[in-house]
């Protein structure tokens, strides 16, 4: 399988900043995952749109797949009780 190619919507920067630091590496390393298998487990599919979301402890991953040019755009990342909240 091709790995995919992963980018971020400049305000996922300053998600991150809001998040602390021992749970940003797990983040990161969650988020890097997906560049093997976008599709992996604990994926899911958001109703309403193209958009999928992974969990990292409390967090939610919010990411879309572009599999024809074979990218992954990271669109949000934040505490899950807000992170559907604004987009």
């Given amino acids: 399988m091709a790995k995919f190619e992963l980018r971020f919507k400049k305000s996922v920067a300053r998600?991150?900043?809001r998040i602390?630091?021992?749970d940003v590496?797990?983040?990161l390393k969650r988020i890097d995952g997906l560049s093997?298998?976008?599709r992996g487990?604990?994926?899911i599919k958001l109703a309403g749109g193209d958009k999928y979301r992974?969990?990292?402890s409390n967090y939610r991953?919010?990411?879309q797949i572009v599999d024809k040019e074979l990218i992954i755009y990271v669109v949000k990342v934040a505490h899950r009780s807000g992170v559907y909240k604004d987009g």
Avoid: T
Wanted: glycine share 4%.
């Fill in 61 to 63: 991953i919010l990411y």
């Fill in 20 to 22: 602390p630091a021992v």
């Fill in 41 to 43: 487990v604990g994926c």
């Fill in 54 to 56: 992974i969990r990292q």
């Fill in 25 to 27: 590496r797990k983040i």
């Fill in 36 to 38: 093997e298998n976008p």
């Fill in 15 to 17: 998600d991150l900043r």
